[in-house]
């Protein structure tokens, strides 16, 4: 079993900063990718960015230059620095983590998802 534990979330004005953190914990062996994604109201699920195990980050056209993801391999964390937020930015972040368990097998893992909510 693996859990996904995010934090960090809440409301700022436009133009403010936010950082989220996500810890994965269980039956880790590694975890080949970890990422945020986001869901407003009505809308689909987005990908925000993602983070590979050796370093390599995308992310969404819409969040380039004002959002970083970043991870530590060694505590099996990812975090999304969030600046210059606007109200379209509005969302639940979930993380995400293709974890490989002791069973030697990939399992893609969600968070429960943490609100952000940029007021104009």
């Known amino acids: 079993q693996v859990q996904l534990v995010e934090s960090g979330g809440g409301l700022v004005q436009a133009g403010g900063s936010l950082r989220l953190s996500c810890a994965a914990s269980?039956?880790?062996?590694?975890?080949?990718?970890m990422g945020w994604y986001r869901q407003a109201p009505g809308k689909q699920r987005e990908l925000v960015a993602t983070?590979?195990?050796?370093?390599?980050?995308d992310y969404a056209d819409s969040v380039k230059g004002r959002f970083t993801i970043s991870r530590d391999n060694a505590k099996n964390t990812a975090d999304l620095q969030m600046n210059s937020l606007k109200p379209e930015d509005t969302a639940v972040y979930y993380c995400?983590?293709?974890?490989?368990?002791?069973?030697?097998?990939?399992?893609?893992?969600w968070g429960q998802g943490t609100q952000v909510t940029v007021s104009s």
């Open positions: 995400n983590a293709r974890v490989v368990t002791t069973s030697l097998k990939e399992f893609n893992y």
């Open positions: 269980g039956t880790i062996l590694g975890i080949n990718a």
């Open positions: 983070i590979r195990l050796g370093g390599r980050a």
